[in-house]
């Protein structure tokens, strides 16, 4: 079975631009949650959708947004980047129904670097 | 109160040795707590996840200690090995909300 697969793996974007950022989560997963890592800040949560639906969103300003679609691929955007956006970007995926429990599986994740 | 404190920063045990890590939370609400293990340029896997229900959760090498009434829980390695050299991070969830709060990590080197 495949993991959580995440593109681009690596990209360098310059300071105002945009960027999207694509996740497939498991066969079968119908939840995708997406986290920042940084080193001085950990790993934070961004949001977390289900069935297209946004369920929860962390404290991130509104230059970074989400959406699911039907095959429960998920992809993140985060508009005019700022240097302090560099960061590995990861998307985790989990079954998502209410008696499946709370693991989630990480993909490898997106390495963004704004220059 | 949605800190989870994690400790120590960074982590040096020789070959056979036990590796211990610490985390403590503040909030009641936290029913699930999962511990990750992440390689350099990997994303973190799921080692080990115990519930509060139980005070130990043992897989292998790997051992959880859960302590409900100090809100603390560690992760024991036993027989610690050079390929267990990692980064490990506690995190605290609940129940119906895949929204974890992660300790800030602790470094693992295992001298062989």
């Known amino acids: 079975k495949a993991g959580v697969t995440q593109t681009p793996r690596y990209l360098i974007k310059t300071r105002g631009q945009q960027v999207t950022l694509s996740c497939s989560p498991i066969?079968?997963?119908?939840?995708v949650s997406w986290y920042q890592q940084t080193p001085g800040q950990g790993l934070q949560f961004l949001f977390e959708y289900f069935s297209e639906t946004q369920r929860n969103k962390g404290n991130f300003p509104g230059r970074f947004s989400g959406r699911q679609f039907s095959n429960s691929r998920s992809e993140m955007n985060v508009s005019t980047l700022e240097l302090g956006d560099s960061a590995l970007y990861l998307c985790?995926?989990?079954?998502?129904?209410?008696?499946?429990?709370?693991?989630?599986?990480f993909g490898e994740g997106s390495w963004l670097t704004v220059v | 109160q949605q800190q989870v404190k994690q400790s120590p920063q960074s982590l040096i045990v020789q070959k056979g040795g036990i590796s211990i890590i610490n985390c403590a939370y503040e909030n009641t609400a936290f029913d699930y707590f999962p511990w990750y293990q992440q390689f350099p340029g990997k994303g973190p896997a799921l080692l080990i996840a115990?519930?509060?229900?139980?005070s130990e959760k043992k897989e292998g090498r790997f051992t959880i200690s859960f302590n409900k009434s100090a809100k603390q829980f560690s992760l024991h390695i036993m027989d610690s090995q050079p390929g267990d050299s990692a980064t490990y991070f506690c995190?605290?969830?609940?129940?119906?909300?895949?929204?974890?709060?992660f300790g800030t990590g602790t470094r693992l080197k295992v001298l062989a």
């Open positions: 115990i519930r509060p229900d139980v």
């Open positions: 995190a605290a969830g609940t129940s119906g909300t895949y929204k974890y709060i």
């Open positions: 066969s079968g997963h119908r939840s």
């Open positions: 985790a995926s989990s079954l998502g129904t209410l008696h499946s429990g709370n693991t989630i599986y």
